[in-house]
């Protein structure tokens, strides 16, 4: 793996370390959860809601996406 490849991963991999992180994955796993279809009111709202919650999973995701593509770069330089 090149130096400037490592550095992204070493930059995220700081970043999924912090305090502020996993604060904010805490209260986006909570946003998350807290969605109830009895409230939704129309179709608009219905849609709305889908597309929030569909980048909320992206968002919750994101740091497993990224540990897991580096270790497949590490088992593929091995």
Same mark, same amino acid.
């Given at each position: !793996? @090149? &130096? +400037?490849? &490592?550095?992204?991963?070493?930059? $995220? *991999?700081?970043? *999924?370390?912090? /305090?502020?992180?996993? /604060?904010?994955?805490? #209260? !986006?796993?909570?946003?998350? +959860?807290? $969605?109830?279809?009895?409230?939704?009111? @129309? #179709?608009? /709202? %219905?849609?709305?809601?889908?597309? +929030?919650?569909?980048? %909320? *999973?992206?968002? %919750?995701? *994101? +740091? @497993?996406?990224?540990?897991?593509? $580096? @270790?497949?770069? !590490? /088992?593929?330089? &091995?």
């Amino acid at each position: !793996m @090149d &130096q +400037e490849t &490592q550095k992204y991963y070493d930059n $995220y *991999f700081d970043l *999924f370390a912090t /305090e502020g992180w996993k /604060e904010f994955i805490t #209260e !986006m796993r909570e946003v998350h +959860e807290n $969605y109830r279809i009895e409230q939704i009111k @129309d #179709e608009t /709202e %219905l849609n709305r809601i889908k597309g +929030e919650r569909a980048t %909320l *999973f992206r968002v %919750l995701r *994101f +740091e @497993d996406a990224i540990r897991r593509h $580096y @270790d497949l770069l !590490m /088992e593929k330089q &091995q």
